[in-house]
């Protein structure tokens, strides 16, 4: 079984981002960029398949501008066997990538696609979705485990009472969501194979995709501050505010 | 043109997150109807019927919608959406888990987790975990939005009398199926509609510790239960309990966070609260730029004490 896993190039987790003074967007000159961290339990799930024997090949796919490559050596070096970045500098929407990675599906005929729920930077929570609807083939959204036997995938989900567990023909779309593993450390001997390994570049025109945006940015603002509160001395004190002052117990 | 929104139900009964996600349809659109796609789904169609300022409530009943699928809950809404300009649905794990489906069928941009509409074209949604808020148009003939439901007051349950049409199931392909569920027991208010919550994080250590010190003091304030990430992480408590950009957005009148630093990730799940109290033993933790009471203290020592005073 051969599976596709997308990954996203996005400001660290770590980093607080800035908005922009001329309100166009958020500053990310010279922050620190990293694998979106739900890309990265994709990644992992999708070694981990291998690893077992379920999974025989591990292709990558980037979509974004030349620097995606380093994204691409970071799963190539986690045990993607392989690849593949749509390279474009224009602005991605996620039903833009949904098609660029269902041209690459159809041309790769991936049985299992495993995408992060996420990303930390637009948080749309859309891609996989789509994907799973332009493929016309069954979704298991934000996974908490994922089982594959006789041509079937037994997704676990995150749901919001607890936990589901669904049964979905394969091929299909799994997104993952934070307890599903936890991605290994990339070790220096992994890297350096990684370099070796193939990365095809492809632009959104090789693969018949119009991406350009249906959303309009107007603007991007800071969000309301919270007034500074205070500090209290003591228990007694807290609840004394609390009863008379937010008046909310 | 009207906008539809899909109900968030169990079949038995309308979740409150539907309640806001029509709030947000009516700024869309003076003319809201309402679907309600299930199994033996008569009470929840009817609840849907009572809510003020719905025209109309779709329902749908066949057995593969019992469990809200993605697969054929998004074809019954394909099958109705050329008929609106605006379909949303709450941004809970059903709504995320359905539109995206339904917009790129339709071939149009999705607008998640939308907390304001500016017009009928123009939202406002946050990005980057809340810390920059984004004013987006879409020039596509149906807008498809999830609802933040802390950005919009419910409308009320009670009030109105929609008239009820049945409809025809559309057909789905029958590639997923329902296995199972495992939801966990409370008595405790839900998460997402509590009016007060306390969450305990990393500093409580352990799970019993959570259950000895965070489910009293819930108690003793009928708040709902809970956590940041580091704390479901940990296996304190189960995932459900996550409070944060990937977990839940809340917005109670009283947030208590209890061993909580506060990382960026959990203020974009709980910072719209109307009240916040930290209770942490670091006076450098992040969580109190956001508290409007803090008590630096050893929350094993003074939690104990704010439970028995509120006796």
């Known amino acids: 079984m051969k599976i596709l896993v997308a990954v996203k190039r996005v400001v660290d987790y770590n980093v607080k981002v800035r908005v922009k003074s001329d309100n166009s967007g958020v500053d990310i000159a010279n922050v620190k960029m990293s694998m979106n961290p739900f890309d990265e339990i994709a990644v992992e799930e999708a070694v981990r398949l291998k690893e077992a024997g379920v999974a025989t090949e591990i292709v990558v796919v980037s979509a974004g501008p030349t620097q995606c490559q380093e994204t691409l050596r970071t799963a190539l070096a986690i045990g993607a066997d392989r690849a593949i970045l749509v390279e474009t500098e224009s602005e991605l929407q996620p039903l833009a990538v949904a098609k660029l990675l269902k041209a690459l599906v159809d041309k790769e005929q991936a049985q299992m696609m495993i995408l992060g729920k996420q990303a930390i930077d637009d948080d749309s929570n859309q891609t996989g979705q789509m994907l799973a609807s332009l493929l016309d083939i069954p979704q298991g959204t934000f996974a908490s485990q994922v089982v594959v036997t006789d041509g079937k995938a037994s997704v676990t989900r995150e749901v919001d009472g607890g936990l589901e567990t669904l049964a979905l023909t394969l091929p299909a779309v799994i997104t993952t969501d934070l307890r599903l593993n936890e991605p290994r450390y990339v070790t220096l001997p992994n890297i350096m194979k990684a370099k070796k390994k193939v990365i095809d570049i492809v632009k959104p025109e090789d693969l018949g995709v119009d991406i350009s945006p249906r959303l309009k940015t107007i603007k991007v603002e800071e969000p309301p501050k919270r007034s500074a509160g205070v500090m209290v001395a003591d228990v007694a004190a807290l609840i004394e505010k609390l009863k008379n002052e937010a008046k909310v117990i | ?311």
């Open chain 2, 1 to 311: 043109m009207a906008a539809l929104v899909i109900a968030e139900h169990d079949n038995l009964s309308l979740k409150a997150a539907t309640l806001n996600a029509v709030a947000a349809a009516l700024q869309c659109s003076p003319e809201v109807d309402i679907l309600v796609a299930g199994n033996q789904s008569d009470a929840a169609a009817q609840a849907a019927a009572q809510i003020a300022g719905v025209s109309k409530v779709i329902q749908i009943d066949a057995p593969n919608l019992a469990d809200q699928l993605a697969e054929p809950l998004a074809a019954q809404i394909l099958a109705l959406a050329s008929s609106y300009t605006h379909v949303l649905a709450p941004a809970t794990a059903n709504g995320k888990n359905v539109l995206p489906r339904v917009a790129a069928k339709l071939d149009v941009a999705q607008l998640s987790d939308v907390t304001k509409i500016v017009s009928p074209d123009t939202f406002e949604r946050p990005i980057y975990a809340g810390n920059a808020i984004a004013t987006v148009q879409s020039s596509d003939p149906i807008k498809i939005i999830t609802v933040r439901t802390t950005g919009f007051d419910p409308v009320s349950a009670a009030g109105g009398s929609a008239a009820i049409e049945k409809h025809a199931v559309a057909a789905d392909a029958g590639k997923s199926a329902f296995v199972g569920r495992e939801l966990t027991k409370s008595d405790r208010p839900e998460l997402t509609a509590a009016k007060i919550i306390v969450s305990g994080g990393r500093g409580l250590g352990s799970g019993e510790k959570y259950q000895e010190l965070i489910a009293p003091l819930a108690d003793k304030l009928g708040a709902a239960l809970g956590a940041s990430r580091a704390a479901v992480d940990a296996g304190y408590v189960p995932n459900d309990y996550q409070v944060g950009q990937t977990g839940k957005i809340v917005a109670p009148q009283l947030y208590v966070a209890v061993g909580i630093s506060g990382a960026i990730q959990h203020l974009a799940g709980m910072k719209d609260s109307k009240v916040i109290v930290a209770i942490n033993k670091d006076p450098e933790a992040p969580i109190f730029s956001v508290a409007d009471y803090g008590l630096v203290a050893d929350l094993f020592t003074a939690v104990p004490e704010l439970t028995k005073a509120l006796g």
